[in-house]
């Protein structure tokens, strides 16, 4: 048997960059990427790609089905959440995340019979007195 391989930074740094990815991903897409959109976006190849994807796999990162397309699928992460995974707990509770992350609220979260109250306008001018006419005039 040989030595075994010491992991150097550059290798690290790849798969973490290809989880980072993959979690970004789901949060825009809501699906997982292609190997090929993968490999494009980190730079590698496909079969790169495919061997990234099974590391993480074997270390539990994720969960990969062979031979699927978009056969990848995130583990519910437990302890600290990066900005990707916030995204996606905020997508699977019906929020929709736009490009720029940020969060729409879900359409409805009440009886969809129920009339709608109209939209309330706030001008905070009023609040201060600021431009209000209070009747006196010079």
Known sequence: MGAPV??????????????????RYFAEWGHSPSLAELGAALGVSKPRA???VEQLSVEKQILHTRGK??????IDPA???SQADALLRLR???WAIDNG?????PPSLTNPELSHLPLL???PARDT???QDDGTSD
Do not use: Q, Y
């Open 79 to 81: 302890g600290e959440m």
């Open 92 to 94: 699977a509770l019906g």
């Open 50 to 52: 495919s061997e990234l």
């Open 6 to 23: 010491r992991l150097t930074p550059t290798m690290v740094s790849r798969k973490i960059a290809a989880l980072d990815f993959i979690k």
């Open 121 to 123: 306008d706030h001008d």
């Open 101 to 105: 992350g940020k969060a729409v609220a």
């Open 69 to 74: 397309r978009r056969g990848i699928a995130l």
């Open 129 to 131: 007195g600021v431009g």
